[in-house]
T-cell receptor, first 112, second 112 residues
Framework: DADVTQTPRNRITKTGKRIMLECSQTKGHDRMYWYRQDPGLGLRLIYYSFDVKDINKGEISDGYSVSRQAQAKFSLSLESAIPNQTALYFC???????????FGEGSWLTVV | DAKTTQPTSMDCAEGRAANLPCNHSTISGNEYVYWYRQIHSQGPQYIIHGLKNNETNEMASLIITEDRKSSTLILPHATLRDTAVYYCIVSQISGGYQKVTFGTGTKLQVIP
């Protein structure tokens, strides 16, 4: 089983719809991240959380919100999806003692 | 703000050493250099990290200059499976509350 699991792996949604991407981890890590990757580009940080009560905006948080329901769960929501949010989304975790970052397998989101 | 700069792309002949450079001229004393790679559209995977000494593991070697302003990731005998995007990042370890950001990386193409 994967240490970091993302659902759904693929989703096509319509403009204006609400969509949630879920992430769960079995690493026991406090730190979790959501990144977005556009074709041919690097990873851009959307939101990050250093513990259940700590939520922080990243580089490109506009149009997104997150929820840290538990240490193991960190969800990303698009309240009203728009086509330029079509991208590959990655969830990741990091140990509080500065361990390496573990990524999920990614969620492809297409907004039509 | 980008903390690292890397060439956009590089080619390497199969079986030869691949040397991927990274500049991190503003690195601070408590920041480590990390390397990750992303194969196709999978989640990035950890390769190696270091502070100021050269490091080697089963995947690669990391050479950090004495002034720590740059580093080189070395894949000693590149194979076709090493074709990927390689990310160099700087990150605190051991209690730091610094978010981890990625740039655009170097696309390494291993040529038969």
């Amino acid at each position: 089983d994967a240490d970091v699991t993302q659902t759904p792996r693929n989703r096509i949604t319509k403009t204006g719809k609400r969509i949630m991407l879920e992430c769960s981890q079995t690493k026991g890590h406090d730190r979790m991240y959501w990144y977005r990757q556009d074709p041919g580009l690097g990873l851009r940080l959307i939101y990050y959380s250093f513990d259940v009560k700590d939520i922080n905006k990243g580089e490109i948080s506009d149009g997104y919100s997150v929820s840290r329901q538990a240490q193991a769960k960190f969800s990303l929501s698009l309240e009203s999806a728009i086509p330029n949010q079509t991208a590959l989304y990655f969830c990741a975790t990091e140990g509080a003692d500065g361990n390496t970052i573990y990524f999920g397998e990614g969620s492809w989101l297409t907004v039509v | 703000d980008a903390k690292t700069t890397q060439p956009t792309s590089m080619d390497c002949a199969e079986g030869r050493a691949a040397n991927l450079p990274c500049n991190h001229s503003t690195i601070s004393g408590n920041e480590y250099v990390y390397w990750y790679r992303q194969i196709h559209s999978q989640g990035p995977q950890y390769i190696i990290h270091g502070l100021k000494n050269n490091e080697t593991n089963e995947m690669a070697s990391l050479i950090i200059t004495e002034d720590r302003k740059s580093s080189t990731l070395i894949l000693p005998h590149a194979t076709l499976r090493d074709t990927a995007v390689y990310y160099c990042i700087v990150s605190q370890i051991s209690g730091g509350y610094q978010k981890v950001t990625f740039g655009t990386g170097t696309k390494l193409q291993v040529i038969p």
